[in-house]
Nanobody, 127 residues
Framework: VPYVESGGGSVQTGGSLTLSCSAT????????WGWFRQAPGEEREGVAA???????AYSDSVAGRFNITRDAVKRTVYLQMTALEPNATGIYYC??????????????????????WGQGTQVTVSE
């Protein structure tokens, strides 16, 4: 797979986690990068995206609490998650695609982004 997610875990409501997405050399790091969440029994959804110019976009459910960043030297994309709530529980995946705009990218379905997905990392938020 072109990227590997890590950093998930179990936290209580109000806690924080930082996820990492390490990109291998087979993927163009200049692409737009996104984080997606799949809750149990639900459709995968985009929660954050960041484009080459470091413009970021967030879903309404995480805006103001999550922060996406990218480090081209380390070829890693991060998702800092704060004030976590139980509805943040799910498997988090990262992906890359040749979008120019993070806002446009986040508005597209995860199926449109790519057919290449990693194993994801599990986040569990308890009451």
């Amino acid at each position: 797979v072109p990227y590997v997610e890590s950093g998930g875990g179990s936290v209580q409501t109000g806690g924080s986690l930082t996820l990492s997405c390490s990109a291998t050399s087979v993927i163009d790091f200049d692409y737009c990068w996104g984080w997606f969440r799949q809750a149990p029994g639900e459709e995968r959804e985009g929660v954050a995206a960041i484009d080459f110019d470091r413009n970021a976009a967030y879903s309404d459910s995480v805006a103001g609490r999550f922060n996406i960043t990218r480090d081209a030297v380390k070829r890693t994309v991060y998702l800092q998650m704060t004030a976590l709530e139980p509805n943040a529980t799910g498997i988090y995946y990262c992906a890359a695609a040749p979008y120019r705009s993070a806002a446009h990218a986040l508005g597209d379905s995860w199926r449109t982004w790519t057919s290449l997905w990693g194993q994801g990392t599990q986040v569990t938020v308890s009451e």
